[in-house]
């Protein structure tokens, strides 16, 4: 069992930045790859990133890529996602996610375990 909670949210102006972090209970952290997603209000989840279980590999959403960034520290059971350049349209519940599968990592079936969620809400 992992449980997830993730924090860093708030209110920012376009442009500015934001970190989230998302801290994970139990052991054997570094078996689980990590996601991030994010549902804005009225539509469905959609994948943002996510990073392998070593952290070597990370891939993005088209929508991010170059503004996100996505780390983990395994000694910390934490994953971030550093938010630069945000826009109105990143506007958000941003969710983490785990899993101990090996599959297509932006598909939201591949993850066993899902944080609560924080708002990120980005005026313009």
């Known amino acids: 069992q992992v449980q997830l909670v993730e924090s860093g949210g708030g209110l920012v102006q376009a442009g500015g930045s934001l970190r989230l972090s998302c801290a994970a209970s139990g052991r054997s952290f570094s078996t689980y790859a990590m996601g991030w997603f994010q549902q804005a209000p009225g539509k469905e989840r959609e994948f943002v990133g996510a990073v392998t279980r070593s952290g070597g590999t990370t891939i993005y959403a088209d929508s991010v890529k170059g503004r996100f960034t996505i780390s983990r520290d395994n000694a910390k059971n934490t994953v971030y996602l550093q938010m630069n350049s945000l826009k109105p349209e990143d506007t958000a519940v941003y969710y983490c996610?785990?899993?101990?599968?090996?599959?297509?990592?932006?598909?939201?079936?591949?993850?066993?375990?899902w944080g609560q969620g924080t708002q990120v809400t980005v005026s313009s």
């Open positions: 996610a785990a899993t101990n599968r090996y599959g297509d990592y932006r598909v939201m079936s591949v993850y066993n375990y």
